[in-house]
Nanobody, 127 residues
């Protein structure tokens, strides 16, 4: 089974940028649809962005659309989340997730749809 490891989190001022990475091991990333989720203190984990296996189609939560970009490099077995114009309300632990699927273009937004999760990386945005 695939194992996921996020990195790239940290402390950044409002308006700044971060790029999160999600490295996969024990499996081939190209066979998985990928998603990013986040969980702020005292809140439920929520959907952020998703991308199908092919990388051709992506989908975003309204709160991050236009600021965040999900991408993947199947050759490197790594997915990314580029986060620009960060806001204090983006502060959360960010998780990547993988879903085994036969469909090349389908993306998934539900927590329960994903098969594998990383351990999370903290993103803190100061005002």
């Amino acid at each position: 089974q695939v194992q996921l490891a996020e990195s790239g989190g940290g402390l950044v001022q409002a308006g700044g940028s971060l790029r999160l990475s999600c490295a996969a091991s024990g499996g081939t990333l190209s066979t998985y649809a990928m998603g990013w989720f986040r969980q702020a203190p005292g809140k439920e984990r929520e959907f952020v962005a998703a991308m199908g296996r092919s990388g051709a189609i992506s989908y975003y939560a309204m709160s991050v659309k236009g600021r965040f970009t999900i991408s993947r490099d199947n050759a490197e077995n790594t997915a990314y989340l580029q986060m620009n114009n960060l806001k204090p309300e983006d502060t959360a632990v960010y998780y990547c997730a993988a879903k085994s699927t036969a469909y090349r273009h389908n993306y998934y937004t539900g927590l329960n749809e994903y098969d594998y999760w990383g351990q999370g990386t903290q993103v803190t945005v100061s005002s």
